[in-house]
């Protein structure tokens, strides 16, 4: 018997925004279990291929699939089921982080907008806040009142809310002193290797991309192709 295909595919996507195309004809593929590194020049792309692998934003042409079944729409328009497969961690967390939330009610939000039980969502709320280093003073402030570091953890613990089985990271660690990062990192690799995720890496510290990716595909400058390797 063959075992069903798992990963998180763009396929031949051509994207941009208005009348520029930013993505034409791009390829990735991230299998579950794997670290995949995206390299490419600045403005090459890469937050936006993020973004439609994401289902955030839909290309003019080419999909995404999912363990092989392509997914049509994005953002709400996709079942919750599929949606929450995938969560991404963006290199600002302020820009991703409602100010009005207090760290716990950012955190919960996500299952809480998928009407899981209130118990329940405390409970994963306190697992998540010990893995990511977050005290329970720190939980009930608002994000102005916590250091960037402590505000990507929190949205790192958002993220891994549901359980994903694809985690894009997208210069995620840029903003963070040394040993945050080193933090957040061994977090989600420890994440990754046990519930065996397909993770996304962007990065521009090649250091990181060579310790971290398992192997890189490149957003090619020429014809936007990301080429695997
Ligand atoms: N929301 C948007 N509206 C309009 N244009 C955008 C938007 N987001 C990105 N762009 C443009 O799309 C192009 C690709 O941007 P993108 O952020 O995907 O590249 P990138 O490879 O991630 O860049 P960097 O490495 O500098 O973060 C750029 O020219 C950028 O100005």
Known sequence: MTAAPAHLTAHEVTAGYG???VLDRVS?????????GLRGPSGGGKSTLVRV?????????????IDGTPVTGTRYAVP?????????????PRAAADPRLSLT???????????????????RVAELAELVGLTSD??????????????????LARGLIHRPDYLLCD??????????????????????????????????????????????????????SAQQR
Do not use: K
């Open 19 to 21: 009348r520029q195309v």
């Open 28 to 36: 990735l593929r991230i299998a579950r279990g794997e670290t995949v």
């Open 53 to 65: 692998l994401a289902l955030l934003h839909r290309p003019i042409h080419g999909q995404v699939s």
């Open 80 to 92: 919750v089921a599929v949606r929450t497969r995938i969560a991404v961690l963006f290199q600002s």
């Open 105 to 123: 009610d950012l955190i919960a939000e996500p299952l809480r907008a998928t009407r899981h039980p209130e118990h329940e969502v405390r409970q």
């Open 138 to 155: 720190l939980l009930t402030r608002r994000p102005h009142a916590v250091s960037d570091g402590q505000l990507q953890r929190a949205c």
């Open 171 to 224: 210069e995620a660690t840029a903003m963070l002193d040394a040993s945050t990062q080193a933090h957040v990192a061994a977090v989600i690799t420890d994440y990754q290797q046990t519930h065996r995720a397909g993770v996304l890496l962007i990065t521009h510290d090649p250091a990181l991309m060579t310790r971290w990716a398992d192997r890189v595909a490149d957003l090619a400058p020429t014809d936007n």
